[in-house]
């Protein structure tokens, strides 16, 4: 290729890559289903993109290297204090239900696609995981019970390395047991890979470690360190064993996860936003490689194969998991439905089919079409019929109402337990621990971090909130919420606290009321004045009305006293007031509102 079409294609990939991505966070759906596409349309079908013509002999290091990233990003969510955590039921699912639904795509693939039991096994590791890259599109659509949310949530997360750490296992056997000279020599090699893989990863998340808990090095230079560190690791570690580097930064990956006093989460956002990128354009390339000949020749197998494990494998799986739990049978039914394949499967499949395809195994090379139509198949019909099942099933959350509270401060904690009393989700996220906690301390569900972060994403439990109340006391923070939300919510659904600094400034300093949301309360209130009139004694009151007692006694009563702030109806939604509202409650409504304290004068009169 020449060098102006090899600048067309880069330029092709990025552009694609950037409208698949964007196509998928306007429908809510998984980002790889676009991607794959895209890659399959440009390359088989049409013939416009040719990655071995583009990259020649650099192509497979170029992916070695991705994949590489994508797991050490993938491993540094794996903390062990999770195992506390995410319950009975999710661990089960990572470990017993794991081991099943390996064990029966294992069988499948073997009966159904004449596989060999080696490569049969592989398929089985790379067709574990799910992954949240999946999962969070899928749930924001489904809007499944919470208890049904947080399991999948959960499971996507945990099993992504662990199922990355399986394949990359297996596949170093295979690769030993080729190399050897009978049994013993095999495992020999394969505990070679094993325990050079542990000590490169663990030696090297120690000393990255080191050098970020001492500041070795300034803050801006942990990302480059990191990445270097993880590209040093891969290569060190192949070069000494075979095959080892994948595990090596598998583990490093865990290991810097899991040290004490080490803060990850500017490397995490990185490599976050740095596996967006290489995913994206690695899964065009890939889809742009994969043999649509060899996918068709595959039969009616491949049919049968997806058959097993949606309707097998999966049921198996949470059957064994939830055995015991309170969930009941219509909750077992969709979690068994929902396990879309994503990232890990396709990327680790395609580097594990060339290397074995040239250390000999025949087949190798098929295990890329089929991962690739496992992925699609999945994601294709479980997006599809997901929320109309969670739906027939009546595990599907109503229209969402509840709220996403910028701030855990102490006036967010008082709102958020009258909006709880009104029956109302709410869930808390702030940047800083001490009020994480005591908001923790106080029974109220919390995210620990900013809203609108690369982490947020693919973490933040948007099930069942459908408001955001931007109740920090930056300003700057809660108009960064309402544009990352708007779209989630709707601009009708914004809400934040007033705010003296926006109004003394120009038009052109600030932001504008599209982008900051409506304000709070029928009468204004900053955060100084809503903590002040707090401290002072105002109290936040809710009051049913009755056809006794209706809407116009209620202004009697309290008259200017109250700042109204929510009101469920009669039928449970919960309404805003905000300064221009005309809202007339009626009987049967519940009205929430600060209230100051009597003064003697009133009390006199």
């Known amino acids: 290729m020449s060098e102006q079409q090899i600048l067309l294609t880069f330029g092709g990939i990025g552009g694609a890559a950037l409208a698949c991505q964007w196509l998928a966070w306007r429908l809510k759906l998984p980002a790889i289903l676009f991607l794959l596409l895209s890659g399959i349309l440009a390359g088989p079908i049409l ?30 969510t794996l903390h062990l204090s999770q195992w506390r955590e995410i319950g009975t039921v999710v661990r089960r699912m990572v470990t017993l239900g794991a081991l099943s639904t390996w064990l029966i795509i294992t069988l499948a693939t073997h009966w159904l696609l004449d596989f060999d039991w080696m490569l049969a ?43 990355a750490l399986l394949a990359v296992v297996v596949y170093s056997f295979i690769i030993a047991s080729a190399a050897g000279n009978g ?17 490169f990863g663990a030696a090297g998340g120690w000393i ?28 060190a570690a192949n070069q000494v064993m075979h095959e080892s580097g994948l595990l090596a930064v598998t583990i490093m990956g865990m ?40 996918l068709i020749g595959l039969g009616p197998a491949v049919l049968a194969l997806l058959l097993v494990i949606q309707l097998i494998a999966r049921p198996l799986n949470v059957a064994l998991s939830t055995w015991g739990s309170q969930l009941n049978w219509r909750e077992r039914a969709l979690l068994s439905w929902i396990a879309p394949r994503g990232i890990v499967a396709a990327a680790v499949s395609a580097i594990f089919a060339i290397r074995l395809h040239e250390a000999g195994h025949q087949g190798a090379l098929l295990l890329v079409p089929l991962t690739f139509a496992v992925i699609i198949g999945t994601v294709v019909l479980q997006s599809a019929t997901a929320r109309p099942l969670a739906r027939l099933l009546k595990v599907a959350e109503p229209a969402p109402s509840g709220f996403l509270i910028v701030g855990a401060n102490p006036p967010a904690r008082v709102i958020a337990k009258a909006l709880q009393q009104l ?17 923790r301390m106080e029974g109220l569900p919390t995210y620990f971090g900013n809203p609108a972060s690369q982490h947020a994403d693919a973490h933040l439990d948007l099930v069942g909130l459908g408001h955001l109340l931007g109740l920090s006391p930056s300003g700057e923070l809660n108009t960064l919420a309402c544009a990352r939300f708007r779209h989630d919510f709707g601009h009708a659904r914004l ?17 504008s009321d599209e982008h900051r949301g409506h304000v709070l309360g029928t009468q204004l209130l900053t955060y100084v004045q809503l903590a002040n009139q707090l401290h002072q004694g105002a109290e936040l009151y809710s009051t ?62």
């Open 47 to 76: 013939g416009w993109l040719d990655p071995q013509a583009m990259f020649g002999p650099l192509l497979m290091p170029l992916v070695s290297l991705a994949v590489a990233l994508i797991l050490f990003e993938g491993s540094l």
């Open 121 to 163: 096994t592989l398929f089985g590791t790379l067709t574990l995981v799910t992954g949240p890259t999946v999962i969070v599109p899928m749930l924001r659509v489904v809007r499944p019970k919470s208890a049904i949310a947080n399991i999948l949530r959960w499971e996507g997360i945990v099993i992504d390395p662990i199922g």
């Open 183 to 199: 049994l013993s020599q095999s495992l020999m090699t394969f505990a070679g890979v094993i325990l050079c893989g542990s000590a």
């Open 208 to 235: 990255l470690g080191q050098v970020i808990r001492e500041q070795w090095l300034p803050e801006y230079l942990h990302n480059l360190a990191s990445l270097a560190a993880v590209l040093g690791i891969f290569i």
């Open 255 to 294: 290991w810097l996860a899991n040290m004490k006093g080490v803060d990850v989460r500017q490397i995490l956002h990185f490599k976050e936003n740095l596996s967006v990128l290489l995913i994206s354009g690695l899964f065009i390339l890939l889809a742009a490689r994969l043999d649509l000949h060899a």
């Open 423 to 439: 029956d109302c989700r709410v869930l808390l996220t702030d940047s800083s621990w001490e009020n994480i906690r005591a908001a």
């Open 495 to 511: 809400f934040v606290l007033a705010s003296g600094l926006e109004a003394r400034r120009s038009d052109k300093h600030r932001a």
């Open 544 to 605: 049913h009305l009755t056809d006794t007692f209706g809407w116009e006694d209620y202004q009697a009563l309290h008259g200017e006293r109250a700042t109204l702030l929510f009101a469920r109806d009669a039928s449970g939604w919960v309404h805003v007031f905000g300064p221009d509202s005309v809202l007339k409650p009626g009987a049967g409504w519940t009205v929430v509102a600060l209230i100051q304290p009597a003064t003697n004068d009133s009390e006199a009169g």
